[in-house]
């Protein structure tokens, strides 16, 4: 049986830039984190059980996990030591080769959640030296979300609790191949019925402004991650030359839009959907 295992930092000490002297730390924002995950993903329905494991030590949480017979563990993190961005690690063993079933999992949850910052994307990692992926039975995957060394990222992370656990939960979705609901699925009631409850309305899209072959800028990495979490392989470069226009082209063309390689409101709604 299939069983998520959401498992957030237990590093009390990882304080975040600028923030008080207790408390806003990694265990803390990675803990919310954790629990809005979990709250998100059982809003699907899909079936599969998900559990946050908090025990207060990395060991205690692989051990909980292991105790559970999670087949996916994620490991949400922040990053610290002066970089800046997002990255996810696998595991590989000591002669280097790679875990088939954690690779697929981090690429197919990754990009989503690289998607959703406008910092870096520093791309997918393979370790042999962390605990967490080599002690875990289930397949797993450390995600550092961004940096909280960093004031600007420190202050994403607080304010994207619920963005970042959108994407992980989007992910999780197409790696069990399933259809992301917005705002979760609707559980029938029994008859007779009450009032109709009304649906959750759809998260909104802020659309970002018309851009086209050589525009350049953050817009334009927006973009390019976007198309990454359709499949797409992109450099996130800020730079709208050949390849992104391509890659809009051929975009255009799957999604049955006007294909001219303009990035309007139409391709926004879309490829960020």
């Known amino acids: 049986m299939e069983k998520i295992v959401f498992s957030p930092s237990q590093q009390k000490a990882n304080e975040y830039y600028g923030g008080p002297t207790v408390g806003d730390s990694e265990e803390f924002w990675m803990g919310l984190l954790a629990i809005e ?19 207060g030590t990395l060991s205690g949480n692989v051990t909980q996990s292991n105790s559970l017979d999670a087949t996916v563990h994620l490991a949400l993190h922040t990053n610290a030591g ?11 063993n000591l002669l280097g080769v790679k875990s088939s079933g954690g690779t697929k999992l981090m690429e197919n949850v990754y990009p989503f959640i690289a998607a959703v910052s406008d910092m870096p994307d520093r791309g997918m990692k393979w370790s042999s030296g962390y605990y967490e992926l080599n002690h875990t039975k ?6 550092e979300y961004l940096f909280h060394d960093n004031a600007a990222e420190a202050e994403e992370m607080r304010k994207s609790i619920a963005e970042f656990a959108t994407a992980t939960v989007q992910g999780l979705c197409k790696h069990y191949g399933r259809g992301y609901l917005p705002g979760g699925a609707t559980v029938p009631q029994p ?23 050589g525009a350049h800028g953050s817009v334009v990495m927006r973009l390019q991650r976007a198309l990454n979490a359709h499949g797409y392989r992109l450099a996130v470069d800020g730079d709208f030359g050949p390849k992104t226009h391509n890659a809009v082209i051929a975009f255009q063309r799957k999604n049955r ?13 879309k490829v960020l959907s």
């Open 257 to 269: 839009l006007a294909v001219d390689g303009i990035v309007g409101p139409k391709t926004w709604k």
């Open 82 to 92: 002066g970089g800046n961005g997002t990255e996810a690690w696998a595991r590989k």
């Open 37 to 55: 995950c979990k709250r998100q993903w059982d809003a699907q329905s899909t079936g599969i059980p998900a559990y946050v494991v908090d025990t």
């Open 191 to 213: 008859k007779p019925q009450p009032k109709p409850k009304p649906k959750p309305p759809a998260p909104s899209i802020v659309i970002p402004p018309t851009i086209h072959r």
């Open 138 to 143: 289930a397949y797993a995957v450390i995600i």
